[in-house]
DNA sequence: CTGAAAGCGCTAACAT
DNA sequence: ATGTTAGCGCTTTCAG
């Protein structure tokens, strides 16, 4: 039905050797790639990538594997990785984990025999090893939003995020400072990091209620800020540590009677619908999703020109979170806290 | 590198046709089938699907085209959808049209040349016809969310969605409402139907200047509510008919000064963390995104069975949007709203 | 039920 | 620069 080379053997009298090689961009004399091109044209072919598949063993597709379609955070950076890999050719394989560990992993093993070419990851806070047994070591894989030494990725500094978020708190007052972050991953535990960094440059004590490591999800958060809405001596002020969990913390300040900014700030992650449909507008860190993606993209794709795992180097791209001002922080006066605590 | 089953044939003496048989499911005698079985998992064999695709020209992948990943009402859909496939061994291609139809018209095309055996829409509103051109006729093409005459899709009953959501608001004294839709889609004048229905049923006049028609995005909705905000007679209650013009709607209200229920009634579609993270929450119509889902799935997987077009019978399933009660309807009287305006 | 053989459409040596 | 040829790994007639 559709036309073959052999059509276009038959109709300029080259050889299949020569089409390939023009269909392949290499050297074919100007008279010649001319009356390929001509007949290309006339007889609407294209390339069947079946074929090509077959023979190089590659599909021109790349795998995605994130904890949740439904969160925007991810649907975005899907959204900038298709676009680059799509003008490179390539087209994009997504699969949901719906935020369990044992899901990601069959979505990987999934991906690894539908023959991708690559995989770029949100992992869900797994170790690293389990999953790269899972891959033909051929199959390049790089992370999103979290780090995995060894392994390409693309992050922001988190360590410096949590830090200016916190200290964004301190600096208007707050000392009994609550932080909702995800535990089983280096991401929020970073996160925490620079909360701790920022705490500590201020002189506050660590408190471990007010650290609630929970799984990233908005049920999650929701029943972490809950627990912290409770405590005898509540924050003034927490920090939520991604877009998921902004939601859940929210909603359980709602749903608990709670308003910010006055009966506590709140400072999230993630600038995405979410603090700009709030009244008032939730104070967040934003991710520059746009570049983040981009930058994942073209690091597969050179991944993937490699054909030889020795020849690609393992990159970390780093990117900044900024600040993005809201109207949920409040300042407050820390000895006047102190005293209504 | 990997195993073939020419190394299967070694193993057992069998001829290929018969480990291919074995594969695909035919009649194998049992002791064969042993032989068979046992060689695979000795050899950790597994079916090249590209050689496979190459001679039965399937690729067990489905395409599937929406206007936004960001959209959690896509990403949802796109969760269901993928978790079926999946299931049955076909992988999910995803193309993002960032809202653009130029875009939808290349993704299609893209994931034609990429081969898929069957194509899910979300369309943005461009005509069948212009679409069907790009595909090959044996590619089996569903619609979800929007209804095309003569293809298969997956819809709600939205003049009933529509009737139903501003029937709440006539019932609680409303008498001029406004309605954000999209003008370009079949679903959003189908509401806009429901809309009027409803309106006649109250002996309500229809104004042309509180319908407005936009192109379902944050944006559009955002400037449709300035829109009917800036009216000298505003309305009393607004119906914005999709999640993601909920959102626009919201952030217009919030920048304008306008509260919700107080100042302005609002009922929104779709219930996917927006309405319950607002304060009060939002009133809407909840869409089954999951039986959605797996419905749109089960029809694409149905039709790609049948590899002849004629044998795939065009279906229609249409569900129903339920109405999820939040506190962002005022109940008013219709006399004293008509003095006050 | 099984085997032999042809071929899906393309790439990649290798020779010219 | 071009042509010849041999597969890539599988399915699928067609005989037996």
Not at 165 to 191: F, M, N, P
Not at 198 to 216: H, N
Not at 309 to 318: G, M, N, S
Request: with cysteine; hydrophobic share 35%; charged share 25%.
């Amino acid at each position: 039905m559709s036309a073959t080379i052999k059509d276009i053997r038959k109709k300029t009298g080259l050889s299949l050797a020569t089409i390939s090689k023009y269909l392949n961009g290499g050297n074919v004399l100007p008279e010649n790639r001319e009356k390929i091109g001509g007949a290309i044209k006339e007889l609407h072919y294209h390339v069947n990538d079946m074929a090509r598949s077959l023979v190089t063993s590659q599909t021109r597709s790349v795998g995605m594997v994130v904890p949740s379609m439904v969160s925007p955070f991810h649907g975005s950076l899907i959204r900038y990785i298709e676009s680059e890999l799509k003008q490179a050719g390539y087209s994009l394989m997504v699969c949901d984990s719906m935020d369990d560990a044992e899901q990601e992993r069959d979505n990987i093993e999934f991906l690894s025999r539908k023959n991708v070419d690559g995989l770029v990851l949100i992992p869900t806070g797994r170790k690293i090893q389990d999953i790269l047994d899972l891959v033909p070591g051929r199959v390049p894989i790089i992370t999103l939003d979290v780090k995995w030494s060894g392994i390409s990725g693309v992050t922001i500094d988190n360590v410096r995020a949590g830090y200016e978020a916190t200290s964004y708190l301190t600096e208007r007052g707050h000392r009994r400072i609550g932080i909702i972050y995800i535990g089983k991953q280096c991401t929020g535990r970073q996160r925490l990091k620079g909360y701790c960094k920022a705490l500590a440059k201020r002189g506050i004590q660590r408190e471990e209620v007010l650290e609630i490591a929970t799984d990233g999800t908005v049920d999650g958060a929701y029943e972490a800020m809950n627990q912290l809405l409770s405590l005898d001596r509540r924050p003034t002020a927490v920090f939520t540590c991604n877009h998921d969990m902004n939601i859940g913390a929210v909603m359980a300040m709602n749903d608990a009677g709670f308003r910010y900014p006055t009966d506590l700030s709140i400072i999230g992650f993630d600038d995405l619908l979410i603090p700009s449909i709030l009244n008032p507008r939730l104070t967040v860190l934003e991710q520059p999703m746009e570049e983040m993606g981009n930058a994942a993209a073209r690091i597969i794709l050179e991944h993937m020109r490699h054909t030889d795992p020795a020849d690609r180097k393992a990159e970390q791209h780093v990117y900044r979170a900024i600040l993005h001002e809201g109207k949920s922080v409040e300042r407050i006066d820390p000895e006047e806290a102190e005293k209504n605590s």
